[in-house]
C-alpha cells in the first residue's frame, strides 16, 4: 500500500502558529505538526526547539537538507519492503522503530506497548535525498483499508482545511541525472506515466504522482536548487477544491508577490523563498472527483444535497426496487418488507438503534431468504459508504422527523408464554418454525443476531403501518408481548433448540473452556485471523480456549458465541484482565466489525503481555449467518 507522506524541515516559531495541525514530540529538541487527508497522505512539519548542536544524531538531518523536504511512501510491512529492495540490487539501512508518544496508553487501544511505526532507508545512494523513505504505522489495518479505498466518502470524517487542501497530488524531485534516476525508481516498482529529456512521471498510488525532474541547465532555477540543496524534493502539489476560493484565503495571510495564479491551468504557486524554501502548488481537482466529494458530503443531523439524493435514489432503483417496491411500499415480490414505515424507520434512524440493525441487514442479507447480501465484502456490489448512503435517503424519504431511541436492555418475559401466543397470533405470516410465509422469517440467525429486544418489542407493539404486520398494543398485554419478545429471543441458538434457556455471563473461573483439552490447531491468517470454521471444530472438539465478545454488553445479551465472556471494547481493562490467564491459554477475540473493534481488545492484551491470541476472521455476524452455534444470554453481577 503506497500512499506518499511529507516531511518539511521548518523554523520552530512558524510550527507554533499553524492552524488545525496535530502537535507532538517527534525526536528530541522537535516539535511536530501533522495535517492527515482522507487518502491517507500525510503533510508533516518538523521544527527544532532548540540549537542544532543539541540535537545529537539528528543534526545531521537539518544541517544536510537546510529546511528542505524529506518524503516517505507508506508500507504495510517495512520488512517485506526491505527484502523486495535488497532483491533488486538496493542498499538499505537498518530497519528503525519508534513511537510518536512517549507515554504507552491505557484502557482498551489500538497500541500494543510497542513500536507504533517502523522506517526504512536507503543506504549509500547516489542521488541523495532523492529516494523516498519507507514507513509503516505499525497498528494501521492497511488490508482493510485498502479494501474500502474511496477517499472521496471519507473526507467527511476529516477536519476541513480553511485553505481547501484535500490531498496531496504530486511530490517534485530534482536530480541530476535524469536517466540513472528513473532507472532506480521503476526499479522500485514505480509505474512510468510519462516520460522525456526533462521529466519522468510516475505513479505512486490512485491519482497521486512523483515527478522526477532535471535543469535544463546548472543557472536556471532547478539547476540552483540543485548547487544549494543538492537532490531531493523542491516542490509539492496539493488537490484542491476551488482555486478562486483557495486564492483568497491566501492572500489574508501572504503578499501578493509570494504567489503566481494561471487560472487557465486552474493551478496557484506560493513561491519558495515564502514557504521555507519549498513551492507549494494548489491544483484544482478533477469534476468527477468534485461530484463524488459532494455525493458524500453529509452527515447524521443534515439532509442530504440533490447530488446524493439523485445517486442513491438510483441505487434503490437497481438493487432494491424490484422486491420492495418503487415507492418502497413493500412485498412487490418475495415478501420483502416495506422500506417506507415509520416505525422501522424510526426505531433505526439512531446510530446505536438495534445495532444499526439496517445496516448489517443490507450489508449481510438474510440466508435462506431472497435477501442477498450486498455488502462487498460478502460478495456484494456496495462498500459501505453506498449502504450508509442508501440508508440515510430512506431515512429523509420516511420522513421521520424524530428518531425512536431503545433501550438497550434485555426484556424480560415467559418464553413459554409466549410460544403459546406465536403460535396462536403468528404462525400464518411468519410460519410455525419462524421461516417466514408471508412475511419476514423470525427464525434468521443474522435477524436474531443483529435485531435487539426492544427493536423486537416495539415492532409487536405498533406493528408496520402500511402492510399486514397489525400492532398488538390493544390486544396484547404488555405482559404477553414481553413473553413473544423472550420467545423469539430463545430461538437464537436456533428454533428447535429444546427449551429456551438464557445464559448467565461466565464466573471469572468458567473463563477458561474446556481447561483440560488440547490446545487449538490454528492456520492464522495474516499471523492473527482464524477462520470460522477451524474455531467451530476447536469448539466440537473441546478444546482449550478463553472466548472474548468485544463488542457491547447488549450485542453480548443478544447472541454470542458460547462459553464467551462480554469483554466490551470501550471499557477499562484493567478490572478483569487479571482473570483472563496468560500462561500461553489460547484467547479468541471477536466482534462484529468484524475486526475493528476485537483489534483494539488483541492489541491492548498484547500491551499486557498476553503472547497468544487470535481474532475470528468474518466476525459474530457471518458466523450466526452461518448457522453456527450462538447463545443469548443475561447479565448477572459477577461474583468472586
Known sequence: M??????????WASVCHLPNGMKRVFFDSTEMASYYFADFSTFDLIATTDSIAKMGKQASIMQQNKSAGLYAFSTSSVDSTSNWLQ????????????????????????????????????ANTMIGNALPSFLQYMDLPYQEIQNEWKPVAWRRYYQKNPNGVVTIEAIRIVVEDLEASSEAFEKMGLTVLQSNDRF???????????????PKSPDDALGKILKTKGPGVYSICFGITSVKETH?????????????????????????DYAFGMQLEFVEESKEQALQAKIYDYNDTSKMNSSAVEYASNLYSKYCALCH???????????????????LMATTRLPRASFNFLVHTVAYGRDGTAMAPYGKKQGGPLDREDVELLLNWLYDTSGVEKPVELDLEPVIGNAELGKTIYDKNCTTCHGKNGEGITAPALANPMFLATASDAFIHYTITNGREGTPMMAYKDSLSKKEINAVTAYLRSRASGWNAPAPVTVSEPLPKDYVLN??????????????????????????????????????TAGWQQSHIPGAVSVPYYKDPDKFIKDIPNDNTMIVVYCACPH?????????LTRFGYKNTAILDEGILVWAQKGYPVQYGKVESKKK
Open 325 to 343: 417496491g418503487k415507492d418502497r411500499q413493500g412485498y412487490a415480490a418475495d415478501n420483502a418488507p416495506s422500506l417506507k414505515s415509520h416505525s
Open 248 to 272: 483568497e484565503f491566501l492572500k489574508k495571510n501572504l503578499a501578493a508577490r509570494a504567489m503566481k495564479l494561471d487560472s487557465t491551468q486552474k493551478k496557484l504557486i506560493v513561491l519558495k
Open 200 to 214: 519522468t512521471r510516475f505513479k505512486i498510488a490512485s491519482n497521486q504522482e512523483l515527478y522526477v525532474t532535471t
Open 596 to 604: 475493528a473493534a476485537s483489534e483494539g481488545v488483541v492489541k491492548t
Open 2 to 11: 503506497t500512499r506518499p507522506g511529507i516531511i518539511l524541515l521548518i523554523p
Open 515 to 552: 481447561p483440560n483439552g488440547k490446545a487449538p490447531k490454528f492456520t492464522l491468517i495474516d499471523g492473527k485471523y482464524v477462520p470460522a470454521t477451524q474455531l467451530l471444530k476447536a469448539l466440537k472438539d473441546s478444546t482449550k480456549m478463553v472466548i472474548l465478545d468485544a463488542r457491547s
Open 87 to 122: 532483491s533488486q540490487g538496493f542498499k538499505t539501512d537498518t530497519i528503525r522503530a519508534g513511537r510518536s508518544a512517549k507515554e504507552i496508553g491505557k484502557g482498551w487501544d489500538w497500541y500494543n506497548g510497542g513500536p507504533q511505526w517502523q522506517s526504512l532507508s536507503f
